[in-house]
């Protein structure tokens, strides 16, 4: 089956049980930046319209899943701040990328599929841009 094979949980187990593929590990950067896209596709946000800051942020549980996120992020140039607890309740982890350079590697490398995360990634781009 192809979710074992992958490292994918069992269903029903939550993020907590979640790992980053061996495969992934392993893989050049252009793999890595497609898996990240996908992370941020299901797991990712954009600043709202009305906040002051420009960011983009992925947000889980499982602390190890985000640490290993950052890695790939590092090795790609784009430098993450640091993971914080959301929601201590639950236990969502963030992390947020909101330095201006970063900010504008990460929106030309990873992206995004989703069509609104899309729209909004464009938006804080021409904010960006716009900046001096």
């Known amino acids: 089956m192809w979710k074992q094979d992958y490292g ?3 269903d029903g187990e939550g993020q907590g ?4 593929p061996s ?3 392993s893989a050049n950067s252009h793999v890595k930046a497609s898996y990240i896209r996908g992370v941020f596709d ?3 946000d954009v600043s709202p319209r009305s906040s002051k800051t420009a960011y983009v942020g992925i947000s889980q549980k499982n602390r190890t899943f985000l640490e290993e996120t950052r890695r790939f992020l590092s090795v790609l140039d784009i430098h993450p701040g640091k993971t914080h607890v959301i929601d201590k ?3 969502t982890l963030r992390m947020a990328i909101s330095e201006k350079k ?3 590697r990460f929106i030309k490398i ?3 599929e989703h069509p609104v995360k899309r729209r909004e990634l464009q938006r804080v781009r021409s904010l960006l841009e716009q900046e001096t």
């Open 89 to 91: 309740k639950s236990g």
């Open 42 to 44: 299901t797991e990712g």
């Open 17 to 20: 049980s979640w790992n980053v």
């Open 8 to 10: 994918f949980p069992e």
């Open 110 to 112: 990873i992206d995004s």
């Open 102 to 104: 970063s900010l504008l």
């Open 23 to 25: 495969e992934i590990k």
